[in-house]
């Protein structure tokens, strides 16, 4: 589950100069058979200051150490040029210049929040293969990453990592709805669907740590002897 935050930094697809996108056009119309030119597009639309890591094709596994890595380092180059074969992902939050992205599940749920923020239909949007993550740029404060269970969203924002553009693990080819600039918003501003959870209140569930998981499956005699989960959380498939 992203983030991931050790990989290995010399690795590099066994053919780089293949096309990661079909030579054909996505649903959206965009028609990038070299992602590289896609990452020209979207530096453009969000800015240098937008902290964007590459992905292995078909997959949400970076090729590129990141958590650690200054942002400078990403402007090279060399690292750029892995892009040639690569899917977009961007660190989010305080990395890129407060970048968040609304990650809904449900596609009615996703609607329903634009009813509560019709004016966030303008803003970049990304369909996914069960949903849609919704780009916004925050103005002052706002809340840590965490997951409104019950609604089945997810807000990412610091130390999340989130797929802009290329092909999901099941062949999804991630389309772009609305292809516009994040909307700058302040959170206090962002109205809520009756009876949801709302970001940074106590009830909403952020993600604890792998020693927080060991500790809480020790109490909960989910462990057995000579055994410990491999990662926390468990991957769920998200998109």
């Known amino acids: 589950m992203l983030p991931i935050e050790k990989v290995e930094d010399d690795f590099v697809e066994e053919n780089p100069d293949s096309p990661f996108i079909p030579a054909k056009p996505t649903p959206d119309g965009i028609d990038y058979l070299d992602p590289r030119q896609a990452l020209d597009f979207f530096t453009n639309m969000l800015g240098e200051e937008t902290y964007f890591v590459p992905l292995q094709p078909g997959s949400k596994r970076p090729i590129r150490s990141y958590v650690k890595r200054p942002i400078e380092s990403t402007r090279r180059e060399a690292y750029k040029d892995v892009f040639h074969a690569a899917g977009i992902a961007v660190y989010l939050g305080e990395k890129s210049n407060n970048l968040v992205a609304i990650d809904f599940d449900i596609a009615g749920n996703f609607d329903e929040f634009l009813k509560c923020n019709p004016a966030l239909a303008d803003t970049l949007t990304v369909k996914t293969s069960r949903g849609f993550h919704l780009w916004i740029r925050m103005e002052g404060p706002y809340p840590d990453s965490c997951d409104l ?61 792998r020693i927080a998981c060991l500790i809480t499956s020790m109490m909960n005699g989910r462990l057995k002897r000579g055994t410990v989960p491999m990662e926390y959380p468990p991957k769920s498939g998200k998109t």
């Open 149 to 209: 269970k019950a609604q089945k969203v997810e807000w990412r924002a610091n130390k999340r990592l989130t797929t802009l553009f290329g092909q999901h693990e099941n062949g999804w080819i991630y389309e772009h709805p609305v292809l516009k600039p994040p909307m700058v918003v302040k959170f206090s501003d962002l109205n809520w669907p009756d009876g949801w959870q709302i970001p940074g209140e106590a009830s909403v569930i952020e993600r604890p740590g």
